[in-house]
């Protein structure tokens, strides 16, 4: 994996205009039943602004390691496809490759799930969804990249909607490559994977919480209709 | 389909004619008369079922075409309308109101092509980009190379070779001038 690039480096890419917030997303009076006139302002009163905290290594080495092994060993997919490559996840999970028998499973919301499958190309707008459903799984967390389109666009290098390099955008942990990987390389690689949790490199929830600002400034510079809080858990 | 033209040639001025199979043909009209010649294909001549419509850039000409593909489903043949507008002011009639799918059609075409259909349904909202303040993509003057490289990262690295240059300069590397 390429190194992780500081903040601060040269941005060559082109300013864009900021767009006003949506209508219903503005700050406006409204009147309660009994009558009473208050403001509300939707992005602060519905949702928790506070942003991501970075979690310290427990005091002992030798119980953090254990933490590392259980997390490495229960390792729990956010089922979310959001591109072609996703369609390999159906054979891993059906008995020929199965993928159960390594602690790999698949769940159906973000908040019981630490592990995210970008599973190849991520046009902007399922990149907003990618970051709301990122932001909302729990500590610790990895996100691993599957395919070329997410390593660099892949065959969409030159399209206007696809982006090209997720590690801009949410803290990678792996990348699998391929156009698309087959069953056996997400397996590797989910190995892989454990490695690094044991190994104590899988980091990345703290390096997003480290870096919010310069992963918030990326994602703003292709997500226009920024209509969320800045942290949406 | 050759009486299908050949009736639809008595009441109508018809543009070009493409049979392009048995049962499947293009026929260009006018932008004006596209309703009256759609309504007489669905109440008259069966076309029950709108298939598609789709739209193409022909920046040379300064004009779109649009196609209207409709589908009769007893004769199973299926008939082209053709029209072109001007580029600069793309507008045209809607067909939302004698199908109820063409309002789906119209709005993709709107927000890909900038072509407007006033009054159907939703036309001003977003259809897939969300936040969009480039001009429409799917018009051909819009350089998606260009705008995805001053708006998405690169990953250094990435080379393209041609095709044929490459495969001479591999297998004839001498001979590669
Ligand atoms: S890498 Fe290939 S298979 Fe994967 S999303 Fe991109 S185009 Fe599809």
Redesign the interface.
């Known amino acids: 994996m390429?190194a992780f690039v500081k903040p601060g480096e040269k941005n060559r890419?082109?300013e864009?205009?900021e767009?006003p917030a949506k209508e219903e997303l503005q700050p406006r009076v409204v009147t309660t039943p009994d009558g009473q006139e208050i403001t509300v302002e939707p992005l602060k009163d519905y949702y928790c602004e506070a942003p991501p905290k970075v979690h310290p290594p427990a005091y002992f080495k030798i119980v953090e390691d254990l933490f590392n092994w259980a997390r490495a060993e229960s390792i729990w997919i956010l089922g979310f496809g959001t591109g072609c490559g996703a369609i390999e996840m159906r054979p891993l999970m059906t008995p020929r490759f199965d993928a159960y028998r390594y602690g790999i499973q698949w769940r159906p919301t973000p908040r019981q799930a630490n592990l995210f499958v970008i599973s190849g190309y991520l046009s902007?707008?399922t990149l907003?969804r990618a970051i709301r459903s990122y932001e909302q799984m729990q500590n610790p967390k990895y996100v691993v990249g599957l395919g070329s389109c997410t390593?660099?666009?892949g065959m969409y290098?030159?399209?206007?909607?696809?982006?090209?390099?997720l590690d801009?955008y949410l803290p990678v942990d792996l990348y699998i490559t391929g156009c698309m990987p087959r069953p056996e390389a997400l397996l590797a690689g989910f190995l892989e994977l454990k490695k690094i949790i044991k190994a104590g490199k899988g980091e990345g929830a703290n390096r997003y919480a480290e870096n919010f600002a310069w992963y918030k400034a990326?994602q703003k510079?292709?997500?226009?209709?920024?209509d969320m809080p800045d942290y949406s858990w | 389909m050759k009486d299908l033209i050949d009736r639809l040639g008595t009441l109508f001025t018809l543009g070009d004619i493409t049979e392009k199979r048995d049962d499947l043909a293009f026929v260009s009209v006018a932008p004006d008369l596209l309703r009256a010649v759609i309504t007489h294909l669905r109440d008259v001549e069966g076309f029950s079922h709108l298939v598609l419509l789709t739209a193409v850039d022909w920046i040379e000409g300064g004009r779109f075409q649009l196609t209207y593909l409709v589908n009769n489903r007893t004769k199973a043949c299926d008939i082209g309308l053709r029209v072109f507008i001007d580029r600069e002011e793309a507008t045209m009639a809607g067909i939302h109101d004698l199908w109820p799918t063409a309002a789906t059609y119209q709005r993709e075409l709107k927000e890909m092509f900038g072509i407007d259909f006033p009054g159907s349904p939703r036309i001003d909202e977003e259809f897939i980009l969300e936040g969009w303040t480039d001009i429409p993509p799917y018009r051909r003057d819009f350089d998606t190379k260009k705008y995805a490289e001053e708006t998405y990262f690169h990953r250094p690295g990435r080379e393209t070779f041609d095709p044929a240059t490459h495969m001479k300069d591999k297998l004839y590397p001498g001979e590669a001038s």
């Not at chain 1, 290098?157 to 390099?165: A, L, V």
């Not at chain 1, 510079?221 to 920024?226: C, G, P, T």
Request: hydrophobic share 30%; no cysteine; glycine share 4%.
């Open positions: 390429e890419l082109k864009r205009p767009r902007v707008k907003k390593i660099n666009g290098w030159d399209s206007y909607n696809t982006i090209k390099r801009r990326n510079q292709v997500i226009h209709d920024w």
